[in-house]
């Protein structure tokens, strides 16, 4: 397995920094370029026309290589690959609504959501059907739940199509939610490992290898935006990997900074829904560190650091379970 994993290191990285340039120049010349909100922070809107739709640089690498090594003999091996393909299509036509529109809105918020809860149920009937458990294991109480088969179906749902907006809203500055998925990924290597999972390893470790080739591009100032194309992408493939891995409430910690933009976003509207006041300058809450003060590489580093000790902790906590 180890010349297996090598070589699909060696090609991925191969395959990445073939397509970077190329894609690149291509973005260029067709002025995909993305469109800055005029109510977020007033020094993002120098970044208009920064070409987006940037996460084909890593998914495609992801899709050819999952084809070629991946074991054939078994359909929930291609679960994570239907994930990738659904969400990246998602996210690829709303990129391309917003170039055509020239504006910063692509699809409809009810559109995304008949969609993405749509791919997960697919995911969940076609690649889940032949070995369904559907106990939750919960850490820290150490109790270990059985939700039934409808509960646990929209349970699956549920976390699949808010773990891919979460990721969607975590990518608002250059690099963050590469950076952070990169943890991410890392993680559930490792615990696939443990467990013995070869297509969330492999999987996992594509990831790994082309979101850091692409977060050169991508890392302030950014080349290059990754767009709907791969934000959503990324939430979901970490859910279904969560659920194939039986860590379903891991999730919570491995992906912890998705959790804390997005109840930032919550706690926010609903604070100016019920007394007309903020709790942030602005959200997702990174655009608040924004504003008092911090640049958006200080921000990068202070939540790429948060999710390492997120991820240590979610590993330790593996580890008490087994």
Do not use: C
């Amino acid at each position: 397995m180890f010349l297996k994993i090598l070589l699909m290191i060696i090609s991925a990285a191969i395959i990445t920094f073939i397509i970077t340039p190329l894609y690149l120049k291509w973005l260029k010349n067709k002025q995909f370029g993305q469109f800055i909100r005029e109510e977020g922070p007033k020094a993002h809107l120098s970044k208009s026309g920064t070409p987006t739709m940037g996460a084909i640089i890593f998914l495609v690498p992801v899709v050819i290589l999952y084809l070629l090594f991946m074991d054939y003999s078994k359909l929930e091996n291609f679960a994570l690959l239907f994930l990738i393909l659904v969400f990246g299509f998602i996210g690829g036509v709303d990129d391309y609504a917003k170039i055509t529109k020239r504006q910063n809105e692509g699809l409809t918020s009810k559109q995304k959501i008949i969609f993405q809860f749509s791919g997960a149920l697919i995911f969940y009937l076609v690649f889940l059907r032949g070995n369904i458990d559907t106990t939750i294991y919960v850490p820290i109480a150490n109790q270990t739940i059985d939700f039934g088969l409808i509960l646990y179906t929209l349970f699956v749902m549920f976390i699949i199509v808010g773990a891919s907006n979460a990721t969607n809203l975590t990518d608002g500055l250059d690099g963050l939610l590469a950076g952070n998925a990169i943890v991410s990924f890392a993680t559930f290597a490792v615990i696939a490992y443990m467990k013995g999972n070869e297509a969330v390893l492999f999987t996992a470790i594509l990831f790994i290898v082309t979101l850091s080739i692409f977060l050169v591009s991508n890392f302030n100032p950014a080349k290059v935006f990754m767009g709907d194309t791969g934000s959503l992408v990324l939430g979901a493939v970490m859910a279904g990997m969560a659920i194939m891995l039986k860590v379903e409430i891991l999730l919570l910690f491995i992906g912890m900074i998705y959790v804390i933009e997005t109840l930032s976003v919550i706690m926010q509207v609903t604070s100016f829904k019920l007394t007309g006041k903020r709790i942030f300058k602005m959200s997702p809450i990174h655009h608040h560190f924004e504003l008092v003060g911090l640049t958006e590489k200080q921000v990068f580093s202070l939540f790429v650091v948060a999710q390492i000790l997120f991820s240590i902790v979610a590993i330790i906590m593996l580890f008490k379970i087994a």
